[in-house]
């Protein structure tokens, strides 16, 4: 059931994850009926290393030259691959703004963004990812920098913590049409903690685990993510904070794609 034609915006840095981010990406464009477009932004203090006015405009003008031809490097095999037209765009400024200015002007429904390798509670700036969570009105989501989804494989889809809110969007009715496999609920017990599928609307059958909450249980669950193949978890931040933890401890903790839903996810059903 295609509803909607959704619009997804690639926050990317260019770090080494950028090819499997995009390639995530353009997969689920690709199943959903999705644009998408790549967005790059620079700081002008990484650019320009000189005082003087016409050499500070000759090095904008060559990093722009370098760095679309090596955004076009990254995007071109993806694009061939999936069939899929993949927008570029980049620009030099205030990175903050600029991402604020672009998700202004694309409209998405979707933003990604990815995790950064080296410390599990870093992103691609702390802040700009604060920034994201805090005021984007739709999904986002956060590429896994190992795991990339098979374009031939039916998906496996997860669910943390939820008591169905994830589940309420267009994208995740439509993703859960399009695969035969069980949903999987992660859920840390809670005195609260009941059975996932009298509180779903969906004739899915689902499996469900249930975690004891402690230091270690975001490592624990991780583990299970692993070992029972989850290839995308929803995670509704709101029912998230219920159990005392923040939406980043999460997001660093789990290395597969996540999408995170929230009080204004349901508006996706509306727009457009």
Do not use: W
């Not at 060559?62 to 071109?76: C, D």
């Not at 059958?205 to 975690?211: D, L």
């Amino acid at each position: 059931m295609k509803t909607k034609n959704y619009r997804i915006l690639v926050l990317s840095d260019l770090g080494d994850s950028a090819m499997n981010i995009l390639e995530n990406t353009t997969r689920l464009a690709k199943m959903i009926g999705g644009e998408v477009a790549f967005f790059h932004a620079e700081q002008p203090s990484k650019v320009v290393k000189q005082d003087n006015q016409l050499s500070a405009v000759r090095s904008i003008n060559a990093a722009y030259v370098e760095t679309k031809k090596r955004i076009e490097k990254l995007v071109a095999p993806v694009s061939k691959a999936f069939g899929k037209k993949i927008d570029t765009i980049f620009v030099v400024g205030n990175i903050r703004e600029e991402i604020s200015k672009q998700i202004e002007t694309f409209q998405p429904d979707i933003i990604v963004m990815g995790q950064r390798k080296q410390s599990p509670l870093k992103l691609i700036g702390d802040s700009i990812t604060q920034q994201v969570l805090t005021n984007f009105v739709g999904i986002v989501m956060i590429a896994s920098h190992d795991q990339v989804l098979g374009e031939s494989q039916e998906l496996s889809l997860g669910m943390f913590n939820g008591t169905g809110e994830c589940l309420k969007t267009a994208l995740a009715v439509e993703l859960l049409e399009q695969t035969s496999q069980p949903l999987k609920s992660f859920k840390i017990a809670t005195k609260k903690t009941s059975s996932e599928q009298a509180l779903l609307n969906t004739d899915k059958k689902i499996v469900e685990y249930h975690f004891s909450n402690g230091d270690s249980v975001l490592n624990t669950i991780s583990k299970y993510l692993s070992k029972t193949k989850v290839d995308v978890l929803f995670v509704n931040q709101q029912e998230t904070t219920q159990t005392n933890m923040g939406i980043k401890d999460v997001i660093g903790k789990f290395n597969v794609p996540l999408l995170l839903t929230g009080k204004y996810s349901h508006q996706l059903n509306n727009q457009r």
